[in-house]
């Protein structure tokens, strides 16, 4: 009696969402009407599962049986057999699965209640027999119907992708980047009185990014999705441990930035360190990244497993973006003076780089020692130079020093002061034919610059990010490249929330029925660099994002 009346339920409930959808479409009501469908899909699995388009099974009755006609013989009279008993009718025996039945049952109650995986199914059963009265179940019986779950894979049934939002950098003409905007990469995050994040070994974790949630573009968001508050990304990008990524929600936002703890190490803290952040000493190195506000464009999606449309909307809106990255060679050609060392800037980063040599000399003895161990005498010069030439070394560290403290970091440097520091470079690296005479001190070592233009770059990428005063000194060609053609992180690559994820390995199609919370390319004006030119993800499946369960949140980096 009471499956009937579900059955009558479930009746009229269709032809109510049936009646919405078509009044939706009359209306031209997009939300309206994928609202309805996603109703009466749910509706229609419902009467599925309770046999409502099931038809009872047709009993064949078999024909009467053909009568033989025997000739008249009037000759002889007929002789008949006595008539046989008549055949009872045929009975129709219809077998069903109980436990299939069963099983319908519980899997349509844990779809209903938002369960679509077997490990949701296992931590709810419970109170899904409880709310809907069903019979209890074994252990067995709750691992074969949350198997069948995951066969099915629910999640697949009713996940719907929303579109993708692109973050775009602010153009900083007018720009404040350290106050503007109320979306950002890097920077500080304004967390009020949530403590600042740690990893599961307690170490304070890296801010990468904060997004005001009630700027966010509101096509079709997630259901679950706050829409007031913002969201704070951190990461712990230390390489010597674990990768590790959390998401703080905070219903308001604060005015004032939330100061790191005194115990968060340096970006890229390990031994890659120097890879990654250029010109610096330990203790002068950066604990937090450049920050940098952003404003959002809402990408097209007119399928749910290609982005093309994205890429033709962002190839039309911002056309001209730059394959390679901000260098000072990049204008060799039509800024010649600015190609060289612009700032004193690039100095100091060079003073910065030999006074680390210059802390690791027995580190460094030791490695060269190791080198002609493993591939032959012809290393031991180096050995020899580091033995001999210590207290050299030195005083040309102090030589260097002195001469470029006495500028500020963002005066300009004349010709002749970039011709010399080329000139002390080249005691540290080989030029042209001539060998460095330090070479064996800096070579290797953790602070090492390449050139003086890798130096350079990374001033200019400082200048790029530095107060309004100091990025005024630009030449206007380099602040107009910056603000239409560096406003994503590589052509091609943006940083984005929801829609499809940007694929290197194996996270996006992993996390198929996911959404994505927010994506971050390798970007070099936020000094950005996972691995060789990866990406960072943030996914939340769709239970965890109705509850707003944030520890939930899954961060997976993927490189080349």
């Known amino acids: 009696m009471v499956l009937k009346l579900l059955k009558i339920l479930l009746l009229i409930l269709g032809n109510a969402t049936l009646g919405l959808t078509i009044y939706a479409h009359l209306q031209n009501d997009a939300y309206l009407r994928s609202t309805a469908l996603s109703l009466l899909s749910v509706v229609l699995a419902a009467a599925y599962a309770f046999g409502v388009f099931r038809r009872k099974p047709a009993v064949k009755v078999p024909a009467a049986p053909l009568t033989r006609q025997v000739p008249k013989d009037n000759s002889a009279p007929l002789q008949r057999r006595p008539n046989p008993p008549p055949r009872p009718a045929p009975t129709v025996t219809v077998e069903e699965n109980e436990d299939l039945k069963d099983d319908e049952l519980y899997i349509v109650f844990a779809r209903l209640a938002g369960h679509k995986t077997g490990d949701a199914f296992r931590a709810h059963v419970h109170e899904i027999i409880q709310k809907n009265a069903l019979p209890e179940l074994t252990p067995d019986e709750i691992e074969r119907i949350a198997a069948d779950i995951d066969r099915r894979d629910l999640r697949g049934k009713t996940f719907k992708r929303t579109p993708g939002i692109a973050l775009v950098r602010m153009q900083r003409a007018d720009l404040d980047v350290d106050y503007g905007g109320t979306s950002w990469l890097g920077g500080l995050p304004t967390l009020g009185d949530t403590p600042w994040p740690r990893d599961e070994f307690g170490r304070a974790m890296h801010h990468l990014g904060q997004i005001d949630l009630d700027t966010v573009p509101d096509p079709l968001l997630p259901t679950g999705m706050p829409q007031k508050g913002a969201l704070s990304f951190f990461m712990n990008t230390a390489t010597d441990g674990p990768r590790q990524g959390k998401v703080i929600y905070s219903p308001t936002i604060g005015n004032t930035a939330t100061e790191p703890p005194a115990d968060l190490v340096p970006i890229y803290h390990g031994p890659d360190w120097g890879y990654y952040v250029k010109g610096h000493a330990r203790e002068t190195a950066p604990d937090t990244f450049p920050r940098w506000p952003v404003e959002f464009v809402l990408l097209p999606m007119t399928n749910q497993n290609r982005d093309d449309d994205a890429h033709e909307l962002m190839g039309d809106l911002l056309p001209f973006q730059a394959a390679g990255e901000l260098s000072p060679q990049n204008y060799r050609t039509t800024l010649r003076d600015f190609a060289r060392p612009w700032f004193w800037d690039t100095a100091y980063r060079f003073t910065m780089s030999v006074r680390l040599a210059r802390d690791d000399i027995q580190d460094t003895l030791q490695k060269a020692k190791k080198r002609v161990q493993q591939y032959g005498p012809s290393y031991q010069a180096a050995v020899d130079t580091i033995r001999r030439d210590q207290d050299a070394f030195s005083a040309f560290v102090d030589e260097v020093s002195i001469w470029a403290v006495s500028h500020e970091p963002w005066d300009r440097m004349s010709p002749e002061d970039a011709a010399q520091l080329e000139i002390y470079f080249g005691q540290v690296r080989d030029n042209g034919a001539e060998p460095g005479r330090f ?108 509850a707003q369960n944030w520890d939930a949140v899954e961060m997976t980096l993927e490189s080349h």
């Open 439 to 546: 070479k064996p001190f800096y070579q290797f070592t953790q602070g090492e610059l390449i050139s003086v233009q890798e130096a350079a770059t990374a001033t200019l990428v400082a200048a790029a990010n530095a107060p309004p005063e100091v990025y005024a000194t630009l030449p206007f060609e380099v602040r107009d490249d910056i603000d239409t053609r560096y406003r994503i992180a590589n052509i091609g690559r943006w940083h984005q929330m929801f829609g499809l994820g940007f694929k290197i390995g194996s996270a996006a199609s992993m996390h198929t029925h996911h959404h994505l919370l927010l994506q971050l390319h390798s970007d070099q004006l936020v000094n950005w660099m996972w691995g060789d030119r990866g990406v960072v993800q943030y996914w939340i499946s769709e239970e965890d994002l109705l």
